[in-house]
């Protein structure tokens, strides 16, 4: 079974500030995906990654997938309540395999 | 709009009883999952569907079943449900390699 962790598992800050969120494995991943979930409401995919070392950026979202694709992390600069949210990675099994594996999040809250 | 609902949206149902979640999908996608998510455990998955009558088990499958009779159907059944049955159910969509989406979710209380 592959396991992924993600830290921190709840995060508070003030606007304005900027954040990172990691998610780690032991595990080789083919590709990993971020999420973002509001309350009463399903995942949202905001991300997919696929080559090690790979950057996408999301306005003010930047996401990495490491070097050996075991690692992911989620940088959001200059962060806005409207970022408030539980943040989900997921990665993505061995070749020819798309079943996801989900950390179990990233609680954030944005305080104006 | 995303193409996909699940009904009911909430439901409290007693100890032993028999439920059935519906997962309805308008995009012609081939893959369809369901998930549970619980605090301390995120999502994971409960079974998944990659056709029509074609269904295979994932991590926590026991005391489930599901049933795809048409592309667009996919119903998760509790046959006897229990209290650790008490969740929220996500259904998941699967586009092309990486496109998932999901549903609203599905929140049931066993009593």
């Known amino acids: 079974t592959q396991l992924l962790e993600q830290s921190p598992q709840f995060l508070s800050i003030q606007e304005g500030e900027n954040l990172t969120v990691y998610c780690n494995s032991s595990?080789?991943?083919?590709?990993l995906q971020w999420y973002r979930q509001e309350p009463g409401e399903g995942p949202v995919l905001l991300v997919t990654?696929?080559?090690?070392?790979e950057v996408k950026k999301l306005k003010r979202l930047t996401f990495q997938f490491g070097d050996a694709r075991k690692d992911s992390s989620l940088h959001i600069t200059a962060a806005q309540p409207g970022d408030t949210g539980l943040y989900l990675c997921?990665?993505?099994?061995?070749?020819?395999?798309?079943?996801?594996?989900f950390g179990k999040g990233t609680k954030l809250s944005v305080i104006p | 709009d995303a193409g996909i609902t699940q009904s009911p949206r909430h439901k409290v149902t007693e100890t032993g009883t028999p439920v059935t979640l519906r997962c309805h999908q308008t995009?012609?996608?081939?893959?369809m999952y369901w998930y549970r998510q619980d605090p301390g455990h995120g999502l994971r998955l409960i079974h998944y569907?990659?056709?029509?009558?074609?269904?295979d088990k994932g991590e926590v499958s026991d005391g489930y079943s599901v049933s795809r009779s048409k592309t667009e159907d996919f119903l998760l059944t509790l046959e006897s449900a229990t209290s650790s049955q008490t969740s929220v159910y996500f259904c998941?969509?699967?586009?092309?390699?990486?496109?998932?989406?999901f549903g609203s979710g599905t929140r049931l209380t066993v009593v």
């Open positions: 998941a969509i699967r586009g092309g390699v990486y496109g998932y989406t």
């Open positions: 595990s080789v991943f083919s590709s």
């Open positions: 990654v696929v080559t090690g070392g």
């Open positions: 997921a990665g993505a099994g061995g070749a020819g395999s798309y079943q996801l594996t």
């Open positions: 995009e012609n996608h081939r893959y």
């Open positions: 569907s990659y056709g029509v009558k074609d269904t």
